[in-house]
């Protein structure tokens, strides 16, 4: 989180899965639409899987779909490492021709991005590391402190406590301190990053994006269901 090349965000199956190329008609691949929901609807066990890498310098709408199917690919092999980074150019792709040329994105564009698509990357993330790492999750661990960041960050694992008598903490060096295998203990929410050096206002953009405020509304309604009803 602390190098200079993540300027904006760092971007997290173990079950293989195969989806199709899906065509889009000209003119459909703004931000605006919901590429990311049409993917996962188009996704399918008898098709040949397309293989992309995330290396790629080119950020253009029309890379969307092949850059859903290479996070598909890294969460399916469980690389976690490249799955945040390609969360990461995803987003810039989202966000539109602006965040697109610079190369990252400002918290002032996270609104540009369907819900949709948020939606479907939260997905990939959940389903591929058994419900422990997305934005979702992170949004509910954000909740659960009061929207504290600090008690976030701890909880999730990117600060780390100082070895002082009194109570200190500070920022995870990316990349070697923060967990990238399910295996090491990760703690829940860990994945994927976002920086948060300069500011915690692109995070709080991706967290209270209405992609994920339905969700929270279906908790609290199913939360007022009499218990009889929820048997």
Known sequence: MATAAFKSLHHPHLQSRCFRRCRFPPGRMSSS?????????????????TTITSSSSILTPAAVPQTFTA????????????????????????????????????????????????????????RHSGGRFGYGVQRRIWEEERRD?????????????LETETEQYMYRSFPGEFDWEME????????????????????????????????????????????????
């Open 33 to 49: 639409s919901s590429i990311g929901a049409l993917y996962l609807f188009c996704s399918s066990t008898s098709s040949t899987i």
């Open 71 to 126: 996070l598909s690919d890294h969460l399916s092999a469980a690389d976690f490492r490249q799955a945040d980074e390609t969360t990461r150019r995803l987003l810039i792709l989202l966000a539109g021709e602006a965040a697109q040329k610079r190369g990252y994105i400002f918290f002032s564009e996270i609104q540009f991005i369907a819900a949709g698509d948020l939606q479907a990357i939260d997905e990939l993330w959940r």
């Open 149 to 161: 960041f600090t008690r976030f960050f701890v909880r999730v694992g990117w600060m780390r406590r």
């Open 184 to 231: 090491s203990g990760s703690p829940e929410g860990h994945l994927p990053l976002t920086n948060a050096l300069r500011g915690t206002r692109l995070l709080a953009s991706i967290l209270t994006h209405p992609a994920f405020e339905a969700e929270e509304e279906e908790k609290f309604e199913s939360s007022k269901c009499p218990t009889y009803m929820n048997n």
